[in-house]
């Protein structure tokens, strides 16, 4: 009898995006329950934005204090821990382009709890080289290494070609989520994200 094939979750993201990481922090739970695969997929926020032409919500002073206030809300009611950062928005581009390489390492979720919870946990600023030494350091990786994926031409165009196959598949923030070609956007979302993963 034939096996029906595994489904998945394609989880495009940025660390720059708290929401983004309010979503890393739920899935874990929601592929338990519908044994789904989670397909990380790093991509670069800034270009998707400035391709697309959407523009941050913090940029309506209106929208911006209510999403804070949101970001707030969803954190308490998944007990998530969450501070905002002082230094936002930070450039990703480092942190991205090593997510490229490292996405195939074993130890990647290691990764992402290191850099996820600098951001929106601990307040650090990811776009400092020095502080994203001691982070990966503390991680248990290689600072040397981290900085050689983040400058290798390979992965510069690999973040690239994601951030251009987002853009292509209709992706215009982050977090986006794909199971097959159904899309959804926002971590607010992740309800139908699992119904789609559980059909």
């Known amino acids: ?4 094939p595994q489904k998945q979750v394609e989880f495009f993201y940025d660390f ?19 044994g789904a695969k989670l397909v990380y997929r790093p991509m670069f926020l800034g270009g998707v934005m400035q391709t697309t032409g959407n523009r941050p919500p913090g940029m309506v002073a209106a929208k911006g204090k ?14 998530t821990p969450f501070k ?37 946990r601990d307040q650090k600023n990811i776009a400092d080289k020095e502080t994203l030494a001691a982070i990966v350091s ?6 040397s290494d981290f900085f050689a994926a983040a400058e290798n031409p390979a992965n510069k165009e690999k973040l690239k070609a994601t951030t251009d196959e987002a853009v292509a598949r209709g992706v215009f923030g982050a977090p986006t989520f794909f199971v ?8 607010d979302r992740l309800d139908f994200v699992e119904e789609a993963l559980a059909r």
């Open 16 to 34: 720059t995006s708290p929401t983004a990481y309010l979503a890393w922090a739920r899935l874990p739970s929601i592929v338990e329950r519908t």
């Open 66 to 79: 209510w999403m804070m206030a949101d970001l707030d809300r969803w954190a308490k009611r998944f007990n």
């Open 138 to 143: 503390e991680a248990g990786f290689s600072a």
């Open 84 to 120: 905002r950062n002082p230094h936002f928005p930070m450039m990703t581009l480092m942190v991205q382009r090593a997510a490229q390489e490292w996405v195939a390492r074993p130890d990647f979720d290691k990764y992402l709890a290191a850099i996820f919870n600098a951001a929106w």
């Open 180 to 187: 097959g070609d159904e899309m959804h956007f926002g971590q």
């Open 1 to 4: 009898m034939p096996q029906t």
